[in-house]
């Protein structure tokens, strides 16, 4: 996968594949009241057990989950996701959230794929195997009961194996320089393993540009000349 330089992401703006480019304040407030929190759905998702609809509101201590080839795009607060399909996701609200507060904390992801971009330096996205501190990155993950698939597509974050605490490395990425395999099993201090830089899978930059949009952002590598 090539960089997509400022002038290809302008080109893609008056070509309409930013179909949601909305302005953060219309969608997203970090302590606030969310007006939206739905921008795409393909199939089926469920938020507590209740079908998501367009005007389902999404929040920190919700359950998400989506049905077999389903697609879920939202915002929670000043942070946007795109879950893919059979996927289950446990929003966690910050410590000493105030009542209403839309603020993340950290990320469960028990099974599926997640794209998520935020600014927050403080979150942690948790799987069956890894531990991932989130620095104010554009991530994408791919949790199964064993191996988690995880791409720094931009910015730093330090993952560590979660049942081994010798296995843990800090992550730094311009452009999905450094994918790794994380193993919930393994010898110590070898459970994380880097994978060649092959072109991405199953995530796009085009997806994360639509996602940053949503909250009024672009993503850093639309900064290179």
């Known amino acids: 996968m090539t960089a997509l330089p400022r002038r290809q992401f302008l080109q893609a703006i008056s070509a309409g594949l930013l179909w ?10 970090e302590g606030g009241a969310a007006t939206q929190s739905v921008f795409r759905l393909r199939g089926r998702a469920w938020v507590n057990g209740k079908p998501v609809d367009m005007n389902t509101i999404i929040q920190p201590n919700d359950i998400v989950k989506t049905g077999h080839g389903s697609e879920l795009v939202f915002v929670v607060g000043d942070h946007a996701m795109l879950l893919r399909g059979r996927s289950h996701l446990v929003i ?10 839309f603020l993340i904390g950290g990320l469960r992801l028990f099974a599926g794929k997640l794209l998520s971009v935020s600014r927050n330096k403080g ?11 989130i620095r104010g990155t554009g ?4 949790a199964g009961p064993e191996r988690t698939y995880f791409c720094t597509c931009y910015g730093e974050v330090d993952v560590q194996a979660l049942n081994d605490p010798d296995s843990k490395e800090t992550a730094v990425s311009a452009h999905h320089d450094k994918p790794l395999y994380i193993y919930g099993k393994g010898q110590p201090g070898q459970c994380i393993h880097p994978i060649p830089r092959l072109p991405v899978p199953n995530h796009s930059d085009e997806e994360l540009i639509m996602a940053e949009a949503l909250v009024g952002r672009v993503p850093l590598f639309t900064e290179k000349p």
């Open 20 to 29: 949601t480019l909305i302005p953060a304040s219309a969608n997203a407030l």
């Open 92 to 101: 966690e609200p910050r410590a000493n959230n105030a009542v209403g507060s």
């Open 123 to 133: 979150m942690r996205i948790n799987t069956p195997s890894a531990t991932i501190g």
């Open 139 to 142: 991530v994408y993950l791919e």
